[in-house]
Nanobody, 125 residues
Framework: QVQLVESGGGLAQAGGSLRLSCEAS????????MGWFRQGPGKEREFVAA????????AYADSVKGRFTISRDNSKNTVYLQMNNLKPGDAAAYYC??????????????????WGQGTQVTVSS
């Protein structure tokens, strides 16, 4: 059983930056692809970014491409989401998730096996 704990959320001004972290425990971190999703009030959970087990491949939602960067440090069992040039529309609860290597989609939430509790991001205009 993998446990995921997010941190780094908070309040940022529009145009500002935040760095989210997600630390994993209870499993072999490098055995999982990792993803970040977000969910705003009254909205469905949406894909933000994902990274393969080695870090060799990444994927981004069009809405964050060029502003957000996902990375991972397998020696620290941690995945990061660097968020720059934040916009009010980025405000949401952000969740990290882990997916077994044999899963076939990085963008679909139901393909992920483990989820963190989320960290809130608020962006003031």
């Amino acid at each position: 059983q993998v446990q995921l704990v997010e941190s780094g959320g908070g309040l940022a001004q529009a145009g500002g930056s935040l760095r989210l972290s997600c630390e994993a425990s209870g499993g072999i971190f490098s055995a999982y692809h990792m993803g970040w999703f977000r969910q705003g009030p009254g909205k469905e959970r949406e894909f933000v970014a994902a990274i393969t087990w080695s870090g060799g491949s990444t994927a981004y939602a069009d809405s964050v491409k060029g502003r957000f960067t996902i990375s991972r440090d397998n020696s620290k069992n941690t995945v990061y989401l660097q968020m720059n040039n934040l916009k009010p529309g980025d405000a949401a609860a952000y969740y990290c998730a882990a997916q077994h290597l044999l899963s076939s989609s990085l963008r679909i939430p139901t393909y992920y096996n483990y989820w963190g509790q989320g960290t809130q991001v608020t962006v003031s205009s």
